[in-house]
């Protein structure tokens, strides 16, 4: 298939979702997942309309970086380590993966010297796998309370991963947890502004997810794929 045609293959899918559930589809944002793509083939899929490009290691995206960095607008969907903070601030706009204090503390830090705002996603590990990053659901609004007042951290939104599950109605509950959760924070009043976003589906699950209220997909497999699969780029 070609890019084209993942593109609008994926969005009938994301639509019909939408239809399902009650959404509009105007609520869905597509973030391109580009970690297993070069700079080359990274530039045909911004060529091809899809405007948000998510990348999970800094050392992967720094080429790409240099010679499209003006173009789209980058996520940082990865787990960030304090020491690559430097590297991404300024770079990225959306942090999907803020789990700890310290690393609030440190893109605070960075953000106010490069005179930006963060937008930043708390990463919760819904699912309770030991193998995923993440803080406990009960863990959440403590986290909240201890980072309200950084001026350059703006928590927009939650972020979770499934389990890759065979049959993806399974994901269902994590997705729905996530929700459930954004509600009671928002209820709680406990960041500046309301959370909004639900960072959460991906390429095996998305369409359980858009149904349960996810307003980002990080879609890497079935619209963009890896590097052997543009022999059509």
Known sequence: MSL??????VNARIEAACARSGRSR?????????????AATMESVLDGGL????ENRWQDAADKWSKLGDRGTWHFI???QTNKVKDVIGKFEFIHSLDRLSLAQELEKKAAAFGVKV???VQVNISGEISKYGLSPEAVAPFLEQIREL?????IGLMTMAPHEEDPEKTRPVFRGLRELR????????TREPIVH?????????EIAVEEGATWLRLGSVLVGREEDFHWA
């Open 78 to 80: 990865g787990h960030l």
């Open 183 to 190: 509600d009671t924070l928002n209820g709680q009043a406990l």
């Open 26 to 38: 105007d609520d869905v944002n597509v973030i391109a997942v580009t970690k297993y793509i070069s």
């Open 151 to 155: 001026e350059h951290v703006d928590v």
């Open 51 to 54: 405007e948000h490009v998510g």
């Open 198 to 206: 639900l960072s959460m589906g991906m390429s095996n699950d998305f």
């Open 119 to 121: 937008k930043a996603f």
């Open 4 to 9: 084209e045609e993942r593109i609008k293959e």
